[in-house]
């Protein structure tokens, strides 16, 4: 079955410092796979996806991924980390039924000044 | 209006009472997509429509839970006799069309209660 895991519950950093967020999927082909983030009492907004082509991906707020077929891996990172980034990551896939979306866990993250 | 719009923000109600969630997505989206997200967890997937057809409701938890999208547009969740189980914060999302490859965008939930 396919899943996705993200190893970290909770990461603190320091402003300014970088930032890496695992995720890994389980899945026999190539996904789509995406990351969210949630602000408290908000839905979650899209920060960027990946479907094929090149495995370095950019998204909104500084972000990006890269894709890592031989890890099936899909980390998140961000040169220097704003405290306006505290929020909940989420890393999701999709494309294997239908237009579902598996969520992992998710990645709490705290910013400290 | 811009965003997908859900009401209630929250909803308490009591252990076997029936609620009603209501979901407004963008405006000429096609898909649209209702999860449940348990504190702490991510959001799992419940249903999804394309238009006013319910073409997966694989996700849903039991036959307490029922979902419509009669005019292809407003979207109701319901739950019949609710249990504690059932409080969680419910996502509608709606992509543009059923493609996978078009981004979901979510609304900012109905934190539902059930004492």
């Known amino acids: 079955a396919q899943s996705v895991t993200q190893p970290d519950i909770h990461i603190t950093v320091s402003e300014g410092a970088s930032l890496e967020l695992r995720c890994n999927y389980s899945y026999g082909a190539t996904p789509y796979l995406f990351w969210y983030v949630q602000s408290p009492g908000q839905g979650l907004q899209l920060l960027l996806k990946y479907f094929s082509g090149d495995t370095l991906v950019q998204g909104i707020k500084g972000f990006e991924a890269e894709f890592k077929r031989s890890q099936s891996s899909f980390n998140l990172r961000k040169p220097s980390v704003h405290w306006s980034d505290a929020a909940e990551y989420f890393c999701?896939?999709?494309?294997?039924?239908?237009?579902?979306?598996?969520f992992g866990t998710g990645t709490s993250l705290t910013v400290i000044p | 209006g811009a965003g997908v719009s859900q009401s209630p923000r929250y909803k308490v109600a009591k252990r076997g009472q029936d609620v009603a969630l209501r979901c407004d997505p963008i405006?000429?989206?096609?898909?649209l997509f209702w999860y449940q997200q348990a504190l702490g967890q991510g959001p799992e997937f419940l249903t999804y429509?394309?238009?006013?057809?319910?073409?997966?409701k694989s996700g849903l938890p039991s036959d307490r839970f029922f979902a419509e999208r009669p005019e292809g547009s407003v979207s109701t969740l319901k739950i019949q006799r609710t249990q504690q189980e059932d409080s969680a914060v419910y996502l509608c999302?709606?992509?543009?069309?059923?493609?996978?490859?078009?981004?979901?965008?979510f609304g900012d939930g109905t934190r539902l209660s059930i004492l």
């Open positions: 999302a709606s992509s543009r069309s059923g493609q996978i490859n078009q981004p979901q965008h």
């Open positions: 405006s000429g989206h096609v898909s």
């Open positions: 999701a896939v999709g494309g294997y039924t239908g237009n579902q979306f598996y």
């Open positions: 429509f394309q238009n006013e057809a319910q073409l997966d």
